[in-house]
């Protein structure tokens, strides 16, 4: 059985940096595409990043692109979420998602595990 488990999630100032983990049990995440999403109060969840099964791919949402990267640890089963230079609208909570067959992608129901999510607030 696959469980997915975020961490690391808290509050921060705008501007500020964040760093969330996805760990897992049940799969080898350096064998799977991982992504992570978000959803903010009153919106759906959208994609933020994603990131193939090597650690030589990696995609982001154009919202996000040059402020957060996304990197595995292998050693760890681990994939980890940097977020820099965060903005008040980057607030949601945010999801781990594992698609254990294909490449990595923006779309939601390619993934196939998810984890609860761990809460990000970034104040003005």
């Known amino acids: 059985q696959v469980h997915v488990v975020e961490s690391g999630g808290g509050l921060v100032q705008a501007g500020g940096s964040l760093r969330v983990s996805c760990a897992a049990s049940?799969?080898?995440?350096?064998?799977?595409?991982v992504g992570w999403f978000r959803q903010a109060p009153g919106r759906e969840r959208e994609f933020v990043a994603a990131?193939?099964?090597?650690?030589?791919?990696?995609d982001y949402a154009d919202s996000v692109k040059g402020r957060f990267t996304i990197s595995r640890d292998n050693a760890k089963n681990t994939v980890y979420l940097q977020m820099n230079s965060l903005k008040p609208e980057d607030t949601a909570v945010y999801y781990c998602a594992v698609r254990r067959f294909g490449a990595l992608g923006q779309r939601q129901n390619n993934y196939d595990y998810w984890g609860r999510g761990t809460q990000v607030t970034v104040s003005s």
């Open positions: 049940g799969v080898t995440l350096s064998t799977v595409a």
């Open positions: 990131i193939n099964r090597s650690g030589s791919s990696a």
